[in-house]
């Protein structure tokens, strides 16, 4: 499966973005999907994913109540909704998918471009 990510940009403290995660090539209702990030000088984190079976959600602790993971089976895709951003939630996100949810990048399979998010103070 091929990942397309796309929604990043250039946004103030507190203000909002959704980025998306397009699948190709393949449907993704056989894996898990994931969205990572990686601030420069940084070891790229894990951030939230979800079961597209179930659609059983998990997040990182620092997002929990301002980010939401979700999925539109018919588009075959995977957003991130990102509320009450922070600058220190500025880095390049990445989607991901696999076939187990895990917070280390390794066994993610499938990997998108990444897009940048940049939030101001």
């Known amino acids: 499966v091929q990942l397309q990510a796309s929604g990043g940009g250039l946004v103030q403290a507190g203000g909002s973005l959704r980025l998306s995660c397009a699948a190709s090539?393949?449907?993704?209702?056989?894996?898990?999907v994931a969205w990572f990030r990686q601030a420069p000088g940084k070891e790229r984190e894990f951030v939230a994913g979800?079961?597209?079976?179930?659609?059983?959600?998990y997040y990182e602790e620092s997002v929990k109540g301002r980010f939401t993971i979700s999925r539109d089976n018919a588009k075959n895709t995977v957003y991130l909704q990102m509320n009450s951003l922070k600058p220190e939630d500025t880095a390049v996100y990445y989607c991901?998918?696999?076939?187990?949810?895990?917070?280390?990048?390794?066994?993610?399979?499938?990997w998108g471009q990444g897009t940048q998010v940049t939030v101001s103070s």
């Open positions: 090539g393949r449907t993704f209702s056989r894996y898990r």
């Open positions: 991901a998918a696999g076939v187990v949810v895990t917070t280390i990048p390794g066994p993610w399979t499938n």
């Open positions: 979800i079961r597209w079976d179930s659609g059983t959600t």
